[in-house]
């Protein structure tokens, strides 16, 4: 109990830091670690060691910079380095503890799952920190409303990021999570759109107003001239995670799901593979189009007008051929930027590989709502381009055959390690869900 007295004391006095200085967003932060150390879970644990160990280099360098401006100013200084030495002292030995033999022992619940979930609710926490440091308005919404809190904010998310670790750990339990939590961010994404044009400008972003609609995403900044955040967003997260943009952080992609899963049919064995070339046709063509609207001065009246009719055509493909068909047919084979992923992603290092002791029995092509499992794909070893890297194939798969693969990681590792990052950057896109 002493070294659990230690951490929960080291965090106040973080936590009182934070409150002389006026940010009650840390201070919310600082309290919530805290109380997760009464979990016992080994990830708390580990978070606790990180946090505190970096905590205790802050003392020392206030410390510093305190010291060398008494001295400056020949004051005395003796007394404050005892104090500071103290608290940097009191919060190291706080770190040392959570991975010392008997902070093991304290945080013992769920060791398997220890680094990774700590990983996650660390890479939350940092993504989102850099990003609400580095924008100059408030992205998220938490400041938008109670200015300062914003650190409150990357807490509970950063939280969330890690109970949904756990939750995805298993690749059953990804499969069940991830149609979910993917509905989960469209529908905070739609709502806070419909909130915003309703009158609560909070809820929007800064700038102009664009249509929700992927294909924009190339054809927006052609028209525009400007405007390339989308573009950037878009091939960042790709070369991240590949082509999962398509399968857990697209805003559209989830209506397909849905309604890909509506009749509750398995995907038809009837769609010809050679459609998922018609989105490189339509990429083409829509990008022609935007140009030629740009050179010919065409009014921006009629360019939304134009995006918007191409975005209820989306509609209506996943409204009657996903669902008929059980499969994504609009992610598949309508959307443009969809093709985009799926190249692109043939740069990022992530791979799903089939081995050699695959049975042939096919339950993972009765799974897969991208039509990426055909039997051609499984006798060369790999899924076809259409793959997304959504995982459901894997917790089909009765002989372990399907993995995740990243260079140089096993196969375990690299699922972890995709894990780590597709989670953190759902709870990051979470956060800054806004047009």
Not at 190 to 200: E, H, K, N, V
Not at 240 to 260: M, T
Request: charged letters at 15%; aromatic letters at 14%.
């Amino acid at each position: 109990m002493a070294g659990l007295f230690f951490i929960s004391f080291s965090y106040l006095l973080l936590a009182a830091h934070a409150l002389r200085g006026g940010d009650n967003g840390l201070v919310f932060f600082m309290v919530g670690a805290a109380g997760l150390v009464f979990s016992r879970e080994r990830w708390a644990g580990n978070v606790s060691g990180i946090l505190l160990g970096c905590a205790s280099l802050l003392w020392l360098d206030k410390g510093t910079a305190l010291i060398n401006l008494r001295i400056f100013t020949g004051g005395d200084w003796t007394r404050l380095a005892l104090i500071m030495g103290a608290l940097f002292a009191l919060t190291l030995f706080s770190a040392a503890y959570c991975f010392s033999s008997a902070g093991r022992e304290r945080f013992s619940r769920n060791a398997e799952q220890g680094w990774f979930r700590a990983s996650i609710f660390l890479l939350t926490a940092l993504l989102l920190e850099i990003t609400r440091s580095k924008v100059s308005f408030p992205i998220l919404l938490v400041d938008r409303f109670f200015p300062g809190w914003g650190r409150a904010e990357i807490f509970l998310l950063a939280f969330y990021a890690s109970w949904l670790g756990g939750k995805m750990f298993s690749p059953e339990g990804a499969r069940y999570m991830r149609p979910r939590i993917w509905a989960l961010f469209s529908l905070v994404f739609f709502g806070q759109l419909a909130l915003g044009l309703s009158g609560l400008e909070q809820f929007l972003m800064t700038g102009k107003l664009h249509l929700p609609i992927p294909a924009l995403i190339a054809a927006g900044p052609v028209y525009r001239g400007s405007g390339f955040f989308m573009p950037i967003l878009f091939t960042v997260s790709v070369l991240l995670v590949g082509s999962a943009w398509c399968s857990h952080l697209c805003y559209i992609g989830a209506w397909d799901d849905l309604c890909s899963r509506k009749e509750g049919k398995p995907p038809t064995k009837d769609f010809n593979p050679r459609l998922i070339w018609v989105r490189l046709v339509l990429l083409i063509l829509i990008v022609g189009v935007a140009w030629e609207m740009r050179r010919a001065g065409i009014s921006s009246v009629v360019a939304v007008w134009a995006a918007s009719q191409f975005g209820l055509l989306s509609v209506v493909v996943m409204l009657v051929f996903s669902r008929d068909m059980g499969m994504m047919v609009h992610c598949t084979a309508f959307c443009p930027m969809g093709i985009v992923s799926n190249l692109l992603g043939r740069i990022s290092p992530w791979r799903m590989k089939i081995s050699s002791d695959c049975c042939k029995c096919m339950k993972c092509s009765r799974v897969c709502r991208y039509n990426a499992l055909k039997p051609e794909d499984i006798e060369a070893g790999r899924p076809g381009i259409s793959c997304t890297l959504c995982g459901d194939c894997v917790s089909s798969c009765s002989t372990g055959s399907l993995r995740f693969k990243f260079p140089f990681l096993s196969y375990s590792n690299s699922r972890m390690f995709f894990l780590v990052m597709i989670v953190s950057l759902h709870a990051l896109f979470l956060g800054v869900a806004r047009i």
